[in-house]
């Protein structure tokens, strides 16, 4: 355990900072957002943001974030949430989709990167210019209604200078993504898309800190400073986030703890709203979250809070993996119990799980149980049949019984 009864001295156990964790992460309950779109705009709402992610083995990380948490999704959803001006894409920590209520948090962002800014998105001057002339004068283009230059050699990596432009005047603010046809982005002039009721003044330090923490302890709960500015450049935001939360601790809004061990000596802090608000049931049945899910996405919180040491492999050869391409981490109430690396054959309607693998020091969760959760992953992935090659953690009988107990119709 990386986090142990040191938590005693603000009187919380580890039970309960999972529980407040799982009850922020917005996967305590099946229906905590509502249903369909609405309920997709109040989950994005709540949890700042959703990753965007091109990996496709099975449902991309944005779609199963939010299916996760809303019944009745589907992906085209975000598209309707930004055609609505409810939401829009720009970066948080990677590439993501936003409620359009925080767009004034973008702005820094937005002012350090055309003020010359570093940033991969490199492209000429002459050329940004010419593409807003364009778009200005004949509304929103995708980057392939601009020809590459005749000498230019094909290949993904090779990005044709419009494509650089569009990129960079995006990452600038001075273009939006309106909508995307697959994955490729059209956009527009920001100042064309931007709904008039949006607050565009710039935040100042402080008052950014002060969201960065409020949002915190919205969708975490339980975190410390680095988790709260994941990501943020912003030159002194790591002392103003600090003094963010000294004022949110003297007016009673967070508690501090310390927890020791792997964790660090750093404080943590638990929104204490969440403690009597975690309270409630929470739901039993096992959960295949995203690798990009907000729950597991600070690696370090998920191993102090949850002991639950988690890496997505996609990125290693394939002889150093150890539980499969694309392992989902699966959560059952507050435990998270193993990884299912599984792909969706979708002209087969088949979700095919190789590898569940299930966590030796916990008690292994029912046939049913596990059942359920490959159901509804099955279901999120349109499939209607689901095929387990392989379980491990348990004894070798088991391991072949429950790999029977598991496949089937969905």
């Known amino acids: 355990m990386y986090i142990d009864s040191a938590v005693a001295s603000a009187g919380l156990s580890m039970d309960v ?28 709402e709540h949890l700042g943001h959703v990753q965007l992610d091109t990996i496709s083995v099975v449902t991309r990380a944005h779609d199963h974030i939010l299916a996760s948490r809303v019944p009745g999704f589907h992906s085209g959803h975000l598209q309707q949430l930004i055609a609505r001006r409810e939401a829009f894409e720009y970066w948080a920590h990677a590439a993501a989709f936003l409620p359009m209520t ?10 350090r ?18 593409v807003l002339d364009r ?11 601009f020809a590459a230059p005749p000498d230019q050699r094909s290949g993904w990596w090779e990005w044709k200078p419009a494509k650089r432009a569009l990129e960079r005047l995006f990452h600038e603010g001075s273009l939006m993504v309106t909508a995307r046809e697959g994955f490729e982005k059209r956009f527009d002039l920001t100042a064309r898309v931007l709904p008039t009721w949006v607050d565009t003044s710039m935040p100042d330090l402080a008052e950014h800190a002060a969201w960065l923490v409020t949002r915190a302890r919205r969708y975490l709960g339980v975190f410390t400073a680095r988790h709260a500015r994941y990501q943020r450049r912003e ?7 600090d003094r963010a939360l000294t004022n949110a601790v003297e007016a009673g809004e967070v508690l501090q703890i310390t927890h020791p061990g792997r964790a660090g000596n750093r404080p943590w802090f638990v929104d204490a709203a969440a403690v009597e608000a975690c309270r409630g049931p929470i739901s039993r049945r096992a959960q295949a979250l995203s690798p990009f899910d ?14 639950f040491d988690y890496q997505i492999e996609c990125y290693l050869p394939a002889a150093k993996r150890r539980y499969g391409y694309f392992s989902l981490p699966l959560l059952a109430g507050t435990r998270f119990i193993g990884r299912a690396d599984c ?45 387990v090659i392989r379980v491990s953690g348990i004894d070798a009988l088991s391991a072949s019984l429950a790999a029977r107990g598991l496949s089937g119709p969905a």
């Open 102 to 111: 925080d767009f004034r948090h973008a702005l820094p962002r937005m002012q």
């Open 294 to 307: 907000p729950l597991v996405i600070h690696r370090d919180r998920l191993a102090a809070l949850f002991d």
């Open 135 to 145: 778009i200005r004068a004949e509304g929103p283009l995708r980057a392939r209604d």
């Open 17 to 44: 900072l999972r529980r407040i964790a799982v009850h922020a992460g917005g996967v305590a309950r099946q229906t905590p957002f509502g249903r369909g779109r609405p309920g997709a705009a109040r989950a994005l």
């Open 343 to 387: 792909k969706a054959e979708r002209r087969q309607r088949v979700l095919t799980c190789r590898h569940l693998a299930l966590e030796p020091a916990a008690a292994p969760p029912d046939v049913e149980t596990l059942r359920r959760g490959l159901v509804h992953l099955a279901h999120m992935n349109d499939c209607e049949h689901i095929n």
């Open 113 to 130: 990167l055309a003020a010359g800014g570093r940033h991969w998105a490199r492209a000429d001057r002459h050329e940004m210019a010419r």
């Open 235 to 241: 030159v002194g935001l790591v002392k103003a986030v």
